[in-house]
């Protein structure tokens, strides 16, 4: 498999950073936890349980992207998590379609109550489990044009790797 970056997108609580690891373990790519770069307002509006707007989610995108061109840049793999909820993110973080040669859309797909049942059960996220009805109303399901590689979240984690990384491997970067 050449090198490729993998975007691993999908609400609050699917299993961005559950997957994004695995792959990272399985393939040897580097990691990016794409929390780990909002701002720390953001993540102070989250703890108190106010969804980000649009402008918030700017300086955050912007990261995430630059983690991207610069995997890009160097010709070297990744694999970085991001909600990436609309297609107006996505476009941010990606560019047009014809930019986006080398990024892989790993869309993590599950229904709102699977998601709920599992972050009634995590503990130690700021992001409340209060928010996950704001994450679903704001999703915008990457369409056909967006090229995403789905994965039924609904499995077992190790099941869920596997679909992913048979996904991956039919990339033709």
Same mark, same amino acid.
């Given at each position: 498999?050449?090198?490729?970056?993998?975007?691993?997108?999908?609400?609050?609580?699917?299993?961005?950073?559950?997957?994004?690891?695995?792959?990272?373990?399985?393939?040897?790519?580097?990691?990016?936890?794409?929390?780990?770069?909002?701002?720390?307002?953001?993540?102070?509006?989250?703890?108190?349980?106010?969804?980000?707007?649009?402008?918030?989610?700017?300086?955050?995108?912007?990261?995430?992207?630059?983690?991207?061109?610069?995997?890009?840049?160097?010709?070297?793999?990744?694999?970085?998590?991001?909600?990436?909820?609309?297609?107006?993110?996505?476009?941010?973080?990606?560019? #047009?379609? %014809?930019?986006?040669?080398?990024? !892989? *859309?790993?869309? &993590? @797909? $599950?229904?709102?109550?699977?998601?709920?049942?599992?972050?009634?059960?995590?503990?130690?996220?700021?992001?409340?489990?209060?928010?996950?009805?704001?994450?679903?109303?704001?999703?915008?399901?990457?369409?056909?044009?967006?090229?995403?590689?789905?994965?039924?979240?609904?499995? #077992?984690? %190790?099941?869920?790797?596997?679909? !992913? *990384?048979?996904? &991956? @491997? $039919?990339?033709?970067?």
């Amino acid at each position: 498999m050449r090198p490729l970056v993998a975007l691993v997108m999908g609400v609050s609580g699917v299993g961005k950073t559950t997957l994004a690891q695995a792959l990272s373990a399985a393939l040897g790519w580097p990691f990016q936890e794409g929390d780990a770069l909002h701002p720390p307002e953001n993540v102070a509006k989250m703890a108190a349980g106010v969804a980000l707007s649009d402008d918030d989610r700017g300086p955050w995108l912007d990261r995430i992207k630059a983690w991207i061109a610069a995997r890009r840049e160097a010709g070297e793999p990744g694999i970085i998590t991001c909600s990436a909820l609309k297609r107006a993110y996505r476009d941010r973080i990606l560019g #047009p379609a %014809a930019e986006r040669l080398g990024v !892989a *859309l790993v869309f &993590l @797909a $599950a229904p709102e109550a699977v998601i709920a049942a599992r972050l009634a059960r995590r503990r130690g996220h700021f992001m409340p489990p209060a928010l996950l009805a704001s994450q679903f109303a704001t999703l915008e399901a990457p369409g056909p044009a967006e090229h995403p590689l789905v994965v039924d979240a609904t499995q #077992p984690p %190790a099941a869920m790797e596997a679909e !992913a *990384l048979a996904l &991956l @491997a $039919a990339v033709d970067g």
